[in-house]
């Protein structure tokens, strides 16, 4: 069954410092998102992506984060200058349509030192 | 108001037998959709069941099933026949449509634990 992949699994960081956070969506969807979870926390939606422009995004997605669909096949969340709270989970799904269920990723646990 | 209400922090069920994870949202849109992922201690997102606003059946995916009461405005979700595997922490989320895109919710969770 095709999968969301993320890479890396889990990326230390250093405060200030910028990081990519890679995905490669299922290759036949069409609608791309970013969310984090804090730790004990509950999951929260950053930013959805769709024809090649952001559609949608939270508070959260402020000036330091951005996304890209470089080529066919990656997605990719870069934070520009990291802080401390960055320190979460971050999950990339994909879906076949705007009203589809979301197929998550594993993951990349990224952590602000 | 938050947008997605899951009250019960724990459960417990036995082995074998069914379980209800409650999930209460809010919105006034005319059309959302309601989702429950399942996120194990190894931390993945695992998609298992969705009903959309206009869907008159409840959806139902294996032993998965979802009790939409629209009128109520919530959508829990009923595992029969619940296994070990069963045990994680079950996550209710809504999509919101706007016209520029979707906005998620996600409630606080549930975690359960399968008791042999």
């Known amino acids: 069954e095709p999968e969301v992949t993320q890479t890396p699994s889990h990326q230390v960081t250093q405060m200030g410092q910028e990081v990519i956070l890679r995905c490669v969506p299922i290759?036949?969807?069409?609608?791309f998102y970013w969310y984090r979870q804090i730790l004990g926390q509950k999951v929260e939606f950053l930013v959805s992506f769709y024809n090649n422009e952001i559609s949608e995004k939270s508070e959260i997605f402020d000036d330091q984060f951005s996304v890209e669909r470089p080529d066919g096949s990656n997605f990719t969340l870069k934070i520009r200058s990291t802080k401390l709270e960055d320190s979460a989970m971050y999950f990339c799904?994909?879906?076949?349509?705007?009203?589809?269920?979301?197929?998550f990723g594993d993951g990349t646990r990224l952590s602000i030192l | 108001a938050q947008k997605i209400t899951q009250t019960q922090p724990g459960m417990f069920v036995q082995e074998k037998e069914a379980v209800t994870l409650d999930c209460t949202y809010d919105?006034?849109?005319?059309?959302?959709?309601l989702f429950w992922y399942k996120q194990p201690s190894s931390g993945e997102m695992i998609f298992l069941i969705y009903q959309g606003s206009y869907d008159e059946q409840n959806a139902t995916e294996g032993r998965y099933s979802l009790n939409f009461q629209k009128a109520r405005k919530s959508a829990n979700l009923v595992i029969s026949a619940s296994q070990l595997g069963d045990s994680a922490m079950y996550f209710c989320a809504m999509r919101e449509e706007r016209d520029t895109g979707n906005q998620f919710y996600f409630g606080t969770g549930t975690s359960l634990t399968v008791i042999p």
């Open positions: 919105t006034s849109d005319q059309s959302y959709g």
């Open positions: 799904a994909s879906g076949a349509g705007r009203d589809q269920p979301q197929h």
């Open positions: 290759s036949n969807h069409l609608y």
